[in-house]
């Protein structure tokens, strides 16, 4: 004698596998390029004996959101 209800769990647990293996294809979210480091330039020649340290100014943060494509 065949069990229909057997049958019906291994179809509703095969169905529920696809289905989360579907929904979990893919990155969510808004993709961006993270930001480039700040590099420090050395002072030139003709500063190196000054009283004034040279700083290094950072970038400006961007209140934009990030580009979609």
């Known amino acids: 004698m065949h069990c229909w209800a057997g ?9 529920l596998g696809i289905a989360s293996m579907i929904g979990a294809c893919g990155q969510k ?18 500063d190196i004996g000054s009283d004034v340290p040279s700083a290094v100014a950072p970038l400006p943060e961007s209140t934009a959101p990030p580009d979609r494509p």
Do not use: R
């Not at 049958?7 to 169905?15: E, I, K, P, S």
């Open 7 to 15: 049958t019906a769990f291994y179809v509703l647990v095969a169905l």
């Open 29 to 46: 979210g808004p993709l961006y390029l993270p930001e480039p480091p700040v590099v420090e330039v050395p002072a030139p020649a003709a």
